[in-house]
């Protein structure tokens, strides 16, 4: 099964802890297995010989089992959970790993909580599905055999009796396989939803409190409830009534054991500690059947979670290959076009040749496609685009753009990202560099001296200003020594006297990079060698 050989793959990282668990559950079975039989001949031999002997003998050899079952089960269960969080923690990070490396548009619609929901919750319901069945799966196929076997050789006709109870089951599974699925995969894109909606309350309080709209996002809130409550009962009924057919199985069993084994034991043809071993033995594979059909229905459920899983893993990542531009001096681009998905195109049959030493200022309207722009150059929409972006004479797509960005290109963008960590941390994110270096730097961008390398940032909260974030992202581009630099608004949350610092900044380190401002600010137009008009574009051509 696709699944198993899936999830596998995760814990076999772990083999030690898969292996201690395997021991440990097939003593815990071996143990659980001859309970039965024990029973069945201590009843027998007690009521031969009615000695003190036998019940020393019988009461020793249960207290020897009990002891290591407990064991065995404490044991068994502390690693089965050891390596479950293991592997779906790694599972888990791979999806989210992958998708940080798929084209920037692939989830650009979809809402980042109900992603972060899903895979979370998919990863814990394949992971737990494979570790619960892995054994059991054996074991119980195990027990039925031996159970049959055994029961087989007690009385034949009793055992016969039961036989057809078996297809039974599976004539149910076949009838409600589909269902569950369909039913399981709705319940749970709705229950993703839900926390989505729940992630967006929290994270909106401040806009919601501004502007007193309380419960218009309560009424969202309901509303998606809803939507997943009518889900899950719509699920919940199918499940339990699959669950009540299978329970069926198990009473229609029971009776004919009451019944024709009474008989049997009324004409001599069983003695009563071998019915006590058919009925515990019955009571075992009515035990096993059952988890059969809870397993038909968690497989179906795992199965939507793994189908869900896979549709991230088996999309393609961002083109990306290996060659490096060490110097970077121009970045052209030829008859470059590109559009968001169906919409018009932003940029058109784009022909433009960037030179290193100049300071580039991009302004026109807002949506014109400036912000396109720079995602565009420094190779975030490579899979999207036509035309041609060279850094020198290299194509962009034979370029390995993550290294480039990582080490060559500086970007800072309109609302810079920051990372809960120290100043320190943000400043140096992605590299290294000394503290005095940093201390000069963050002098040169004038960030307030009350700041100190140690203070804490939070990513999310509101203890930054807008204008002290823009300069914590520039430092830390600066002290990147980027070739390239791109900066979104840089003096929109600037006051005027950081402007000017900025200005003399950008003039004095130009010479060795690439520099391009995008804004709409006219001030910085005076230290720009060239200003282009995104709306000029697709006339604009240069040599
Ligand atoms: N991820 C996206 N998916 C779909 N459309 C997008 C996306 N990002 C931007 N757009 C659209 O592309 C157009 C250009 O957006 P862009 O952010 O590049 O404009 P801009 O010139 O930087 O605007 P502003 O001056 O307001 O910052 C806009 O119409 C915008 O709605």
């Not at 599972?91 to 109900?114: A, M, Q």
């Not at 069993?253 to 019955?282: H, R």
Request: proline content about 1%; some cysteine; overall charge positive.
């Amino acid at each position: 099964m696709a699944i198993f050989k899936f999830v596998l793959r995760y814990l076999l990282r772990h083999k030690m802890i898969v292996l201690i668990y395997l021991i440990f559950s097939l003593l815990y079975w071996l143990v659980s297995i001859s309970f039965p039989v024990l029973t069945g001949i201590y009843i027998d031999e007690l009521l031969d010989t009615y000695s003190l002997h036998t019940i020393k003998v019988f009461t020793q050899i249960i207290l020897i089992a009990g002891a290591v079952k407990i064991l065995s089960t404490f044991i068994k269960k502390y690693y089965l959970s050891k390596v479950g969080v293991k592997a779906t923690t790694e599972l888990n990070f791979e999806v989210l790993r992958h998708i940080s490396e798929l084209p920037i548009l692939h989830y650009n619609n979809t809402d980042k909580g109900y992603l972060n929901h899903r895979i979370a919750n998919d990863s814990t319901v394949v992971v737990n599905f494979v570790l619960s069945n892995l054994f059991e799966l054996i074991i119980n196929g195990l027990t039925i055999l031996v159970a049959f076997y055994i029961s087989l050789n007690l009385n034949v006709k009793l055992t016969i009796i039961l036989v057809p109870m078996i297809p039974l089951y599976l004539i149910i599974y076949l009838l409600f396989k589909s269902a569950l699925y369909n039913r399981g995969f709705k319940y749970r894109e709705n229950q993703n939803n839900l926390f989505s909606e729940m992630n967006k309350y929290l994270y909106n309080i401040k806009f919601n409190k501004t502007n007193a709209t309380f419960t218009e996002a309560y009424n969202k809130l309901t509303s998606n409830f809803t939507i997943m409550y009518d889900s899950f009962l719509s699920y919940t009924k199918l499940s339990l009534s699959f669950t009540n057919s299978g329970s069926v199985i198990s009473v229609i069993s029971q009776i004919i054991i009451f019944y024709f084994g009474g008989m049997e034991i009324i004409n001599g043809n069983l003695t009563i500690g071998e019915f006590t071993i058919i009925n515990s033995f019955f009571s075992m594979i009515i035990n096993s059947i059952k988890y059969l059909i809870g397993f038909g229905q968690n497989y179906q459920n795992a199965l939507v979670s793994y189908k869900r899983i896979k549709q991230i893993l088996e999309k393609d990542p961002d083109i990306n290959e290996k060659e490096i531009v060490s110097n970077i001096e121009t970045i052209q681009l030829n008859n470059v076009t590109f559009s968001y998905g169906d919409k018009k195109n932003i940029i058109k049959n784009f022909n433009y040749k960037f030179k290193k030493g100049k300071v580039y200022c991009i302004c026109g309207e807002n949506g014109s496609g400036k912000s396109t722009f720079i995602d565009l150059i420094t190779g975030i929409l490579t899979n999207y685009y036509s035309g041609n972006i060279y850094y020198n004479l290299k194509e962009i797509k034979k370029l390995d753009m993550y290294y480039t960005r990582k080490k060559q290109i500086g970007v800072i963008a309109q609302n810079p990202k920051l990372v809960t960590g120290t100043l320190f941390e943000n400043v140096t994110y992605g590299f290294s560099d000394h503290k005095k270096n940093i201390e000069h730097m963050l002098t040169k961008v004038g960030l307030s001296k009350s700041w100190k390398l140690d203070d804490c940032i939070y990513e999310n909260s509101e203890n930054i200003s807008g204008g002290e974030r823009y300069k914590i992202a520039l430092t830390r581009a600066l002290l990147k020594e980027p070739q390239v630099l791109l900066m979104d608004e840089p003096t929109a949350a600037l006051d005027s006297n950081s402007v000017e610092k900025f200005k003399k900044l950008i003039t004095d380190i130009k010479k060795r990079k690439m520099i391009f401002i995008i804004t709409h600010d006219q001030q910085l137009f005076n230290i720009a060698d060239e200003i282009i008009n995104i709306n000029d574009l697709t006339e604009k051509v240069s040599t």
